[in-house]
C-alpha cells in the first residue's frame, strides 16, 4: 500500500492507494510515506484541478462502500465540473432520500475526485465532511465556478 501527503489549497491532503488503485484521500499529513507511480500521477492530477487546468480526473479508484453508496459515488462522477445537483434530485435518479444521499457523500472515501462537494441542499450548500467542512465545500464549488469556461 502506498501512501503520500503534500499541501493543496484545502489544507493538506494524504492519499492512499493499494494494488495501483486509489482508495482514499483524507485531510491531514501522514507520517509513513511510501510514494508510488500512481499516487505522484494522483498529486498531479489534484494540483492540476485546484489549477483550473483538469475537469475530470483520470485515476484508477476503489472505493469500499455498500451497493447503495456506490451507485451514489458513481453517479457523483457523471456531474459536471462546474455545475451541481440537489441532494433530492439525486434521490429521485438513484433512489432513496435526501438524507441517504447526504449520508452516502459524507462516507465518500475518495473526495474531490469523487465530487460530492458538487451535491447541494434546495436552499443552502448542506454540509461537507471534509477539511474545514462548508468552508472548503464552497472553495472547492468556487474553483469549479471560476474555472468552467467552455
Wanted: hydrophobic share 35%; with cysteine; proline share 6%.
Amino acid at each position: 500500500m502506498g501512501f503520500i501527503s503534500f499541501h493543496s489549497p484545502v489544507g493538506d491532503l494524504s492519499i492512499a492507494e493499494n494494488d495501483n488503485l486509489i482508495v482514499s484521500i483524507d485531510w491531514g499529513w501522514g507520517s509513513l510515506e511510501e510514494k508510488t507511480p500512481l499516487l505522484e500521477e494522483a498529486k498531479n492530477q489534484i494540483a492540476a484541478y485546484f489549477n483550473g487546468k483538469l475537469k475530470k480526473f483520470d485515476l484508477p479508484i476503489l472505493s469500499p462502500g455498500t451497493a447503495y453508496q456506490q451507485q451514489v459515488w458513481e453517479f457523483l462522477q457523471t456531474i459536471p465540473f462546474g455545475t451541481t445537483k440537489s441532494y433530492s434530485e439525486l434521490a429521485k435518479i438513484i433512489g432513496g432520500s435526501a438524507r441517504s444521499i447526504g449520508n452516502a457523500n459524507a462516507a465518500n472515501p475518495i473526495p474531490i475526485i469523487i465530487p460530492c462537494h458538487r451535491v447541494i441542499g434546495k436552499r443552502t450548500l448542506g454540509g461537507y465532511s471534509g477539511g474545514e467542512g462548508i468552508k472548503t465545500k464552497e472553495y472547492l464549488l468556487n474553483i469549479e465556478k471560476l474555472f468552467n469556461t467552455p
